[in-house]
């Protein structure tokens, strides 16, 4: 439990948000199957006023608002704050439903895909969609017409090695390292890859039979070690692992 709440946590500060006791409360309600994550965030939306209508997929999916940051949402939002408010709090009990409903299947694009949907589905038409337009952060991520191919290439890699099972931590954390750098690099959604990609390798860490402990990661050092391990320098990530990945 305990650890649920961490890795959740470890989330809002990454954005720059602190987890309420009263955001801590509804997690904790859905982890122990209290509450659902639907009828508390149906609560949250009628509460914040939030309005919300029939919406027709379009070319604007996976556009920002005109003159702001903000990507085409349900909610019409156009201010960058009040939409990351609205998005930590949902994805936030998303999360820890699926944390107590683990996604079954393999541990390739197609689950990713789903992870991405279920935490981003309430706020965004284009959740669970891949990436359409080229992104960069200080280097250029995998160009969209090769997402597929790419993604296929390392999640049958991975697949091969049995997703990191039966490796000694040293070799483990080397290898999760080298997988988490390569899915970085792919970048495969319009936003929202952090929080998606971090609850993947959360689940195939568990798989591996190791834990993570995101809570005594600092956000900082980390973003800066996946930004060297997708220019293909695996150590700064390698460093932080070595402080927060431990056997079960």
């Known amino acids: 439990m305990q650890r649920c709440i961490d890795y959740i946590r470890f989330n809002h500060e990454s954005e720059g948000f602190s987890l309420s006791d ?15 994550a639907d009828s508390l965030i149906e609560k949250y939306i009628l509460e914040k006023s939030l309005v919300t209508s029939d919406y027709i997929a379009s070319d604007k999916d996976f556009t920002f608002y005109p003159n702001t940051r903000c990507l085409f949402n349900f909610f019409d939002l156009k201010n960058s704050n009040k939409l990351r408010e609205v998005s930590i709090y949902i994805t936030s009990l998303r999360t820890a439903e699926m944390m107590v409903n683990p996604l079954d299947g393999a541990f390739d694009l197609d689950r990713l895909i789903a992870i991405h949907s279920n935490l981003f589905s309430d706020i965004y038409p284009s959740a669970g969609t891949l990436r359409t337009k080229a992104a960069a952060k200080r280097t250029e991520f995998c ?10 290439e390392i999640f049958s890699k991975l697949s091969k090695d049995h997703y990191l099972r039966g490796l000694d ?8 390292a080298y997988y988490m750098g390569e899915v970085e690099a792919i970048h495969p959604f319009r936003n ?13 860490i568990d798989y591996a039979g190791y ?4 809570a005594s990661a600092d956000p900082d050092r980390l973003l800066e070690a996946d930004i060297c391990a997708i ?8 460093d932080v692992l070595e402080e927060i990945v431990y056997l079960k």
């Open 231 to 238: 220019d293909g320098d695996f150590q700064p990530l390698i």
């Open 22 to 36: 009263e955001d801590e409360a509804d997690i904790i309600a859905v982890l122990e199957k209290d509450e659902t």
């Open 192 to 204: 929202g890859n952090a929080p998606a990609v971090r609850l993947f390798f959360w689940d195939l």
């Open 143 to 152: 160009r969209p017409a090769f997402i597929k191919s790419s993604s296929k």
């Open 211 to 214: 834990q993570i402990d995101w």
């Open 169 to 176: 931590r040293e070799t483990f954390i080397s290898d999760l």
